[in-house]
């Protein structure tokens, strides 16, 4: 009404302004003054109105959504009026927008009845426009869904205020109403009477000093859903120990609760469609024949053909094959590319053989494999232990394979060739380049400087020296270093590109000149700001995220770090972008390199790289939002996207017969 009252006045004096003018006299310099004068009145009176009515909007049509608020830092207790506390419920209908006035407002817009806004606007103008609340949510028809955040109801600092695309659209459970309520800050919040407690599988574990052990993860407990007030939870036990596929199979429990998955949807996702287990003869370079152990794991092809990586390592067991072919599952369903979840290993050391016998090896372990892969059916790829080289031996096997008239057809059999024998651009550094476009994404939303920062990378091979290399191409400094042969630190830096030479050439950082001899202890101690675990699983266990001192760990291996070590780090604030995310850039390359076998198409490393940072960037808003949302951690949001996508094509498609 005031807004009102003042524009009336500024346009009535506007008004006689130019009527004198016009009557005044012939002066041309008097009229044109006038004019401008009553522009100017109308501008200010049109910024006024709207200004009100952007701080209107601003105080009465904000939905909060789980840990989306929690990005506003705590205000102390503030003033408040009995007509605050009277304010009605609003109910919050089926989907929230994020306001298109404020493109980086972290708190959600609802779409509620015309009477609640009103009724808002009327509790908003009785208080102070300084005063904060603490916004519950309750979801009184589905258990576990009870959250705690805080708002500034009347205006958001600018500094939480990050990133959050605008117009992006969040569902909610359908035609589930929300009820929202107002109460002090330092009123403790506990779950209406009406709403349950939420179902939670909790983990614990251990770590070793060289390769921690995961966490077994406990039996389902009913825990309550009221923030903890008493101090962060106790450590994890250090006597259990887990498989990898067990800790892969707790975070998908974890998932599966958060997004109400059905159970025999858990039940199909839980373990593989088929393993393999092959053993198979080979002729030595002395003339000896020995027999090797060799797995595929096809874990799930809902979405498309299988995907999954071939490992060459010591310590490839079948165990480790499932989870990693699980993995796989999430990652494509993450990325949202049309493939599903595989992986195989051969379980020996390839340094210890020669380049001959090597490639006897690769060509004995396709043939045993045959039928079993194939570009329609199972799509193998580099891993641990493998290169473009034997990618090139196994697509040559299996042309021979097939009838004559195929050989040129099913180039797509394996992705990771050389480019000369049907490779893509970029697929090499392909994996190291995703975790890049994933840490600028994070830098980016948290306001986080790359050039003169620096970093640890533990793991020097394909997916650790290229993400060095590029980003000392940004600024990053490489000032710590590791793999299997030991640890190196350089204060000034290492030249990631000499390093990456050193280690093609010699196999191993052991007895680079351009740096110092350290403990793993003192790897995991040394201040770095970003932390890169780019080797194999379960390497940051509970004594390494003790002293870890990083602000970010970029998971570039799979698995690197347990569950036990995960809770350690977030008590104490080191952020996590986990694997599923941040090291998905080598199976999205997989795919494009795919899509151009079948397409006889050949794209530049620009496109390629351009493609994969849309894909990369994509994802890491849909887990940041969904973490927010549903406040849970990046990797549990990562699998339950991964989750949803996957029911949905079930639902669709149904269970046959």
């Not at 979801?139 to 939480?160: C, I, L, M, Y």
């Not at 390839?350 to 059916?377: C, K, M, Y």
């Not at 960037?617 to 849970?632: N, S």
């Amino acid at each position: 009404m005031r807004a009102a009252r003042l524009r009336r006045k500024v346009v009535a004096i506007a008004v006689a302004i130019v009527a004198i003018a016009a009557t005044a006299g012939p002066s041309t310099r008097f009229a044109f003054a006038c004019v401008v004068v009553a522009a100017v009145g109308l501008t200010i009176t049109a910024a006024h109105v709207f200004a009100r009515v952007a701080r209107t909007l601003d105080a009465t049509a904000r939905a909060p959504s789980g840990t989306l608020a929690d990005a506003a830092p705590a205000h102390g207790p503030s003033r408040w009026t009995d007509e605050l506390s009277r304010a009605p419920r609003a109910l919050v209908h089926d989907e929230v927008r994020l306001p298109r006035y404020a493109r980086a407002d972290p708190w959600l817009r609802a779409r509620a009845g015309a009477s609640d806004l009103r009724a808002l606007r009327r509790a908003r103008r009785s208080f102070d426009r300084r005063a904060r609340t603490t916004v519950s949510i309750a979801r009184t028809s589905r258990p576990g869904a009870f959250a705690r955040a805080r708002s500034d109801v009347a205006h958001p600092p600018r500094r939480a205020r990050r990133h959050v695309p605008s117009g992006l659209l969040i569902p909610l459970p359908p035609k589930r109403p929300v009820k929202l309520s107002l109460s002090h800050p330092s009123t403790t919040l506990t779950p209406s009477a009406d709403s349950e407690a939420t179902s939670v599988r909790s983990d614990a574990g251990s770590a070793g000093p060289v390769a921690a052990s995961a966490p077994a993860p406990a039996p389902a407990s009913r825990v309550s859903a009221k923030p903890r007030r008493d101090g962060p939870p106790p450590a994890p036990s250090e006597a259990e120990a887990a498989s990898f596929f067990e800790v892969v199979q707790g975070h998908l429990d974890r998932a599966a609760d958060v997004v109400d998955l059905p159970q025999h949807l858990r039940a199909i996702l839980s373990r593989p469609k088929r393993e393999l287990v092959l053993h198979f003869p080979v002729q030595m370079d002395d003339g000896s024949v020995r027999v090797f152990e060799g797995y595929r794991v096809q874990h799930n092809d809902v979405l498309g053909p299988f995907k999954g990586g071939l490992r060459f390592h010591p310590s490839v067991s079948l165990d480790d094959v499932k989870a990693l072919a699980a993995l796989m599952t999430w990652k494509s369903a993450l990325m949202d590319i049309p493939f599903g979840g595989g992986k195989g290993g051969i379980s020996f050391d390839p340094r210890g053989v020669s380049p001959a016998e090597l490639q006897r090896i690769t060509r004995r372990f396709t043939h045993a494999l045959g039928e079993n892969i194939g570009a329609d059916h199972d799509i193998p790829a580099p891993d641990v232990g493998t290169d473009s080289r034997v990618m090139a031996w196994m697509m040559d096997t299996y042309s021979n394979m097939v009838g004559g008239a195929q050989k040129q057809s099913v180039k797509g059999v394996v992705t990771g060739k050389p480019v000369a024998s049907g490779g893509t651009l970029g697929r090499t550094k392909a994996t190291g380049q995703g975790a890049v476009f994933a840490l600028l994404a994070w830098a980016k939303e948290n306001g986080f400087e790359l050039q003169g920062s620096t970093m640890a990378v533990q793991g020097f091979g394909n997916v650790g020296s290229h993400l060095a290399v590029i980003l000392s191409r940004l600024g990053v400094s490489t000032v710590l270093v590791g793999d299997h042969s030991g640890y190196l630190a350089n204060e000034e830096g290492f030249n990631a590109h000499k390093l990456q030479h050193w280690v093609e050439t010699n196999g191993s950082i052991a007895g680079y000149p351009g740096g110092r001899i350290i403990t793993r202890e003192e790897f995991f101690a040394t201040k770095a700001d970003i932390f890169a675990p780019c080797a194999i699983e379960n390497q940051i266990g509970v004594a390494e995220a003790r002293t870890l001192d990083s602000k970010l760990v970029l998971e570039g291996a799979n698995g690197p770090t347990t569950p036990a070590g995960e809770q350690i780090l977030e008590e104490r604030g080191v952020e996590i972008l986990p694997d599923l995310l941040a090291n998905s850039g080598g199976v999205v390359v997989s795919y494009y390199e795919w899509l151009q076998n079948r397409r006889s198409e050949s794209w530049s490393e620009e496109e390629v790289d351009a493609k994969l940072s849309k894909v990369i960037a994509r994802a890491y808003r849909a887990v940041g939002d969904f973490a927010r949302l549903h406040g849970t951690s990046r990797r549990v949001a990562a699998y339950a996207i991964a989750l949803q996508r996957l029911k949905t094509v079930y639902d669709e498609r149904g269970i046959f017969p």
